[in-house]
Each structure stands twice: as structure tokens, then as C-alpha cells.
């Protein structure tokens, strides 16, 4: 990721609310390992994270569901527009899930998810897109899907055949990295093509692509 203020290198700029310490220390070393990442402030609870946004401007902040003062849903509603959020929580629950989304989340990953989906997710945010943990958007899926068969009676849209491919693997909760390895492609590539998938079906994020693939009978890999 390049910019153009002379051709160094973005940095993605960070703020991470957690009311545990142990898990914002952990944060920030794995994200300051990544040479394209840096993290600019902690809150200890939401409304530190919201005065934190507002005077650091960061470029996306990683924000936890339980919080002290301030849950991390209404912190969402509230820096929706203004800084990209990731919810970061240690419950797979569509309580937490939902209003999360709604509230215009860019990106839900649980706290298992791993170094790497972390760093991806904060990129993935901060380039504009959305990333979902592939365990909360499998079973997504499987609760939007449940009380109907997949049809192809919705109006249609015009993807190439390898959009429907790439709708297919989104659909089993594969990550860009995942996708590219499995179709011997770039993640570059990879990410492309989500990006095109979501302009022309017009959803906000991977849950959006994989219902589409669901309800259209797309071929989804096990």
C-alpha cells in the first residue's frame, strides 16, 4: 500500500478500545509488527474511544463489544462515517453481530481470529472494504439461508464467471489470502474482484456477496 506523499509508504493509523489491558498490549504488538500499521492511541472504554477519534483521527479503530461507560455498538453508530471500525469481541453472538453491521461496521473478527486476519481486517477497512471473520459469516449464511432454498429467482447481475468463482468462495467464509491460494491468483487480485463483486451488487461488505452467491445458486466450496 503506497500513497502519494512522495512515494513512501502509508500508514495505516490505528485506535484500539478494549477495557483489558492485557488485550490492547497484545493488539498493538501485533499490529505494530506490520510495517504499514501503526497504533496511535488506547481507550479503555467507549467514551474514551470516542474522544480519543475525535482528537487522533485515526484512519480505523478496532473496538471492542463490552466496554465500560460506552458500549462498543453505540460507539460504532457514532464514529460511523467519520473513522472506519472493526469490532473486535470475544462473542460470536447475533446480538453483537447484527447491530454491528447495521450500525456500518467495516469488518467483525473475533478475538481468536489470529494475527493475520487482524492485520488484514485493518487494512481491509482502511482501503474502503469489509471483512468478516469466516466462522461469524459462515453462520451468518446459515441463518439468512435457512428458511429458503437457494433460487435463481432474483433479478440477475452481470458478474464474469470468475466474480461467480471468487461469490462462491466468500460464500464458504474464505478469506482474500484463502481465495488467492485456492485459485493460484494474487490476494491483490483476489481483492479486485471483491471490490467489483460489491459495486455491482451494491452491498457494503462479504455478507452481502456471499447471501447474493447463496440465493443465486452460486457453486459454494466445502
Request: proline letters at 5%.
Given at each position: ?26 493488539v ?87 494475527p ?22 459462515v ?32 460464500a ?27 459495486r ?23
Amino acid at each position: 500500500m503506497t500513497s502519494t506523499n512522495g512515494g513512501c509508504p502509508r500508514v495505516i493509523r490505528v485506535l484500539v478500545a478494549d477495557d483489558q489491558e492485557a488485550v490492547r498490549r497484545s493488539v498493538r504488538r501485533i499490529l505494530e509488527a506490520q510495517p504499514d500499521i501503526e497504533v496511535v492511541g488506547e481507550a479503555v472504554d467507549g467514551l474514551a474511544a470516542l474522544e480519543l477519534a475525535a482528537d487522533l483521527r485515526p484512519d480505523v479503530a478496532l473496538v471492542d463489544v463490552r466496554m465500560p461507560r460506552l458500549d462498543g455498538l453505540e460507539v460504532t453508530r457514532r464514529l460511523s462515517g467519520l473513522v472506519r471500525v472493526v469490532v473486535l469481541t470475544t462473542f460470536d453472538l447475533d446480538e453483537y453481530v447484527y447491530p454491528a453491521l447495521r450500525h456500518g461496521a467495516a469488518g467483525f473478527l473475533l478475538k481468536r481470529s489470529g494475527p493475520s486476519l487482524l492485520a488484514e481486517a485493518v487494512r481491509a477497512a482502511a482501503d474502503g472494504e469489509s471483512l468478516i471473520s469466516p466462522s461469524v459469516t459462515v453462520r451468518l449464511l446459515k441463518h439468512v439461508t435457512a428458511p429458503r432454498r437457494p433460487t435463481r429467482s432474483a433479478a440477475p447481475v452481470a458478474l464474469t464467471e470468475r466474480e461467480v468463482e471468487i461469490a462462491g468462495h466468500v460464500a464458504a467464509g474464505r478469506t482474500n489470502a484463502d481465495i488467492a491460494a485456492e485459485l493460484f491468483i494474487s490476494a491483490g487480485t483476489v481483492k479486485t474482484h471483491v471490490a467489483s463483486i460489491q459495486r455491482k451488487l451494491g452491498v457494503a461488505n462479504r455478507v452481502g456477496i456471499a447471501v447474493h452467491a447463496w440465493e443465486m445458486g452460486y457453486p459454494v466450496p466445502q
